[in-house]
């Protein structure tokens, strides 16, 4: 029996079947993850910091399904630290520690950001 993660929607499921496509949303971007094969990785937080906004940054340019895949991904390890893993967990972070303020936050093009 396998414990498998669906990496667009985060069921998770135990099976004796191989599968191709998750059975809560049919999405077959990603095979599931067996929980099973993990690994263990030592880093700081500054470097899993690093990487996770480099990963959120280029699954957005690739759409939705990495995206969403992403998303389940940093769930998961958020739940292991205590670090705003991306810049918009960041921002949020700020937000609530000073939640009377006035903060804007505006793109390299100048535009506004919605935070």
């Not at 499921?13 to 263990?40: I, K, M, R, W």
């Not at 690739?62 to 739940?79: D, F, H, N, S, Y």
């Not at 921002?91 to 505006?106: G, K, M, N, Y």
Request: proline share 4%.
């Amino acid at each position: 029996m396998a414990d498998l993660l669906c990496l667009a929607c985060g069921n998770q499921t135990s099976t004796d079947e191989a599968l191709n496509a998750c059975p809560a949303c049919g999405d077959t971007g990603f095979p599931p993850a067996d929980l099973a094969d993990t690994v263990t990785v030592t880093l700081t937080k500054r470097e899993l910091r690093i990487l996770t906004i480099w990963a959120e940054n280029w699954a957005r340019q690739c759409g939705e399904p990495a995206m969403k895949a992403m998303g389940v991904i940093l769930l998961r390890l958020a739940t292991q630290t205590d670090v705003a893993l991306t810049l918009s967990q960041e921002i949020a972070d700020v937000r609530a520690a000073f939640p009377a303020s006035e903060v804007t936050v505006h793109r390299a093009d100048g535009t506004e950001m919605d935070v």
